[in-house]
């Protein structure tokens, strides 16, 4: 089955800094990439998701990348606030019928 | 819309005890997911729901089964408790498995 490995499970940084965290999947089949973030004590929400057929995908601060030759994607938050202290999450959906996530990356942003 | 509820927030069970953990959502969506959230282990599918009337196993489906009752409601049930199944656990539903997953609050389960 689909295995989603997640690097740096944490990663600390400064106010206006960039942070990058990234994936990598087994399955060459999976189609779609989610990231979720989670604040301490609520649920997780969708972000930012990319489809295998775009290499790249912008929404203001947050970009996702997708290298499905190399099996790999990446988030990239640049601009740091202090409010992106979160848990963030990549999953990857093989078959199109349901996701596996990743371990998690905890993000400090420290002013 | 109250999107993704899901009852009890909290319980504790002692070994052995049965509970079904219940989740709705009234957003129309197709497809219902549980997971279990352990620190430092992610989000880890237990059952999902890929339409009213299927359900398939995850990656940890052991000691647990679900019931798609209806479109809006699908239910974990835990047969036998065991202090390994002491974690969070989160419904989500969506649209399609290609779509953003809404999930639930969450029901922190502790069993002694």
């Known amino acids: 089955g689909e295995n989603v490995e997640q690097h740096p499970s944490t990663l600390s940084v400064q106010e206006g800094d960039s942070a990058v965290i990234k994936c990598t999947y087994s399955?060459?089949?999976?189609?779609?990439f989610p990231w979720y973030k989670q604040e301490l004590g609520k649920r997780p929400q969708l972000i930012i998701d990319?489809?295998?057929?775009?290499g790249e995908k912008k929404d203001q601060r947050i970009a996702v990348t997708l290298n499905k030759t190399a099996k790999h994607f990446s988030l990239h938050i640049t601009e740091t606030q202090p409010e992106d202290s979160a848990v963030y999450f990549c999953?990857?959906?093989?078959?199109?019928?349901?996701?596996?996530f990743g371990k998690g990356t905890t993000l400090s942003v420290s002013s | 819309n109250a999107g993704v509820t899901q009852t009890p927030k909290f319980q504790v069970l002692k070994t052995g005890q049965s509970m079904t953990l219940q989740c709705a959502q009234d957003?129309?969506?197709?497809?219902m997911y549980w997971y279990r959230q352990d620190p430092g282990m992610g989000l880890r599918l237990i059952y999902y729901?890929?339409?009213?009337?299927?359900?398939d196993k995850g990656e940890v489906p052991n000691g647990y089964n679900v019931s798609r009752l209806n479109k809006r409601e699908f239910s974990l049930r835990l047969e036998s408790a065991a202090p390994s199944q002491t974690s969070v656990y989160f419904c989500?539903?969506?649209?399609?498995?290609?779509?953003?997953?809404?999930f639930g609050p969450g029901t922190r389960l502790t069993v002694t």
């Open positions: 989500a539903s969506s649209y399609t498995g290609l779509d953003e997953q809404y």
């Open positions: 399955d060459s089949a999976s189609n779609y």
């Open positions: 990319i489809r295998s057929n775009v």
């Open positions: 999953a990857a959906s093989p078959a199109g019928t349901a996701l596996i």
């Open positions: 957003m129309n969506h197709n497809s």
């Open positions: 729901s890929a339409s009213e009337g299927t359900t």
